[in-house]
């Protein structure tokens, strides 16, 4: 079991031909992905070659999906065109749409987002993130295949360093599905999406969720874990030195007065009953310590 991916999921790649597009279908395939299909608009007709497999290119998705039955998009287009290709993405009815692409101008966002929940039929990954990772199933979007392996932690992250560096650090006991929703002020999925997946998924047991400054999307997801998850769940949020008023990293990570503070997060996650590490390291700690008390 995993949430938003599977080894049935059958993904096609937008920009396949492109450089970013060609490395990571080469990665994507080689950690046991199903690709079907690449899109590149004017190069429908083509193939691409990777991992000895023929990768079919379309012109269009709606091409690509009567061809093939894909049902996961992975965006990998330059930023101007990123929201030309979800909106593409939501009118083939695709189901699974994970944007990679970074620096997608925040009203091009905010279009294709209000467009999927217009439509209801394409769940949105992103933008700006690394994607998601069910290991030894599928592996949509960026993050390195070979750092854990399969296991019963979930893990929800804002951050695609701290992603890799958590599933690193917890490589040995594995996750039932790692999933990075990117740090831009606009998202599609949110850490309460995955939090409640995680907490209908039987074969997850705990959950790792990191944040990070800026916005109240922690609290708001304090909120929900107090009210809805039963499940035990550690939370790391980056930021504890960031100075007042500066963005950080992120495009949303961004303080203003006590809004937003990693101290005011990790206030709320614990009165919800969220073991709160200051570091990554110490997150993966009180983890292993969950894991050993069940």
Known sequence: MA?????KSRVLVQGITGAEGTK????????????????????????????????????????????????????????????????????????????????????????????????????????????????????????????????????????????YQMMFELRDIGFSTAVGIGGDPIIGTTHIDCLEAFEADPDTDAIVMIGEIGGDAEERAADYIAKNVTKPVVGYVAGFTAPEGKTMGHAGAIVSGSAGTAAAKQEALEAAGVKVGKTPSATARLMREVIESL
Not at 3 to 7: F, G
Not at 25 to 30: E, F, I, Q
């Open 24 to 163: 990571h279908t080469n990665r994507m395939l080689a950690s046991g992905t199903e690709i079907v299909a690449g899109v590149t608009p004017g190069k429908g007709g083509q193939n691409v070659d990777a991992q000895g497999r023929t990768i079919p290119v379309f012109g269009s998705v709606g091409e690509a999906v009567a061809e093939t039955g894909a049902d996961v998009s992975v965006v990998f287009v330059p930023p101007k065109f990123a929201k030309a290709a979800v909106i593409e993405t939501i009118d083939a009815g695709v189901p699974l749409c994970v944007v990679i692409t970074e620096g997608i101008p925040i009203h091009d966002t905010a279009n294709f987002f209000a467009y999927s929940q217009q439509k209801g039929d394409t769940r949105i990954i992103g933008p700006n993130c690394p994607g998601l990772i069910t290991p030894g199933q599928s592996n949509v979007g960026i993050i390195p295949a070979n750092i854990a392996m399969p296991g019963r932690i979930g893990l929800v992250s804002k951050s695609g360093t701290l992603t």
């Open 3 to 7: 949430i938003y991916i599977n080894e």
